[in-house]
């Protein structure tokens, strides 16, 4: 049974998918580029907002990090307008803080934006909310190092924690960083992708989760 749970943010407690494309296209258009579907910017989440751009414009672009200053200032004022969460997520991390296990959320999205987002729709249901921060020298996911530096604030061992998330990203960190992972079907990636990707626990609602966790209250 599993005493901490800590989550992607993406995907897995958000749907976070219209503001990012949102954001993504201000800024491309902003240099007269060519917009993305909300299609594209899904295959395109999950390595980070430098990556997100580079995969829509490619890095060699020459205006590469006007676009991406851009999108990360619009991306900073519009993060909420159309984000949602995913149906049971504050029930189950309601649940969860009843029954005494602690949470967290562990992200590559930008550091500004995790904390914005998870103190504005999980307000006091998370102990730590951390997200991208590379020029701090901590590596983004797949890098266990973001996992375990939560993992080690909370006192959390590793027999005993699990990390969930929607993408192959998370299965990765889970691995790396030598912890279970549990993988959600609601999000970014579709079950199939994610069996490909080594996916071995699937929970296709919110609720399923709290049977893996303690039931001590």
């Known amino acids: 049974m599993y ?63 006007e676009v991406l200053q851009t999108f990360r200032e619009y991306y900073g004022v519009h993060c909420k307008e159309k984000t949602k969460e995913y149906d049971g997520v504050t029930a189950l991390l309601t649940e969860l803080k009843a029954r005494g296990v602690q949470t967290a959320v562990v992200s590559n999205k930008a550091d500004f934006a995790v904390k914005k987002l998870a103190g504005e729709y999980f307000p006091d249901l998370l102990k730590e909310a951390v997200g991208e921060n590379e020029a701090a020298g901590i590596a983004k996911k797949p890098a266990p190092d973001s996992l375990l530096t939560v993992m080690k604030n909370l006192n959390a061992e590793k027999e ?28 970014f990636k579709d079950e199939t992708f994610l069996k490909e990707n080594g996916a071995k626990t699937l929970v296709k609602a919110p609720r399923e989760i709290l049977k893996f966790c303690d039931c001590a209250r």
Request: negative net charge.
């Open 3 to 65: 005493r901490t749970v800590i989550f992607d943010l993406d995907g897995t407690l958000l749907d976070t998918l219209d503001d990012l494309t949102t954001s993504v296209n201000f800024a491309l258009a902003s240099f007269s580029l060519l917009t993305r579907t909300r299609e594209e910017i899904r295959s395109f989440v999950g390595n980070g907002i430098a990556n997100l751009i580079t995969r829509a414009i490619g890095y060699e672009h020459p205006h590469f990090s």
């Open 160 to 187: 005993t924690t699990v990390y969930i998330g929607d993408s192959e990203v998370d299965i990765q960190t889970a691995n790396n960083a030598g912890v279970d992972c549990i993988s959600v079907v609601w999000g």
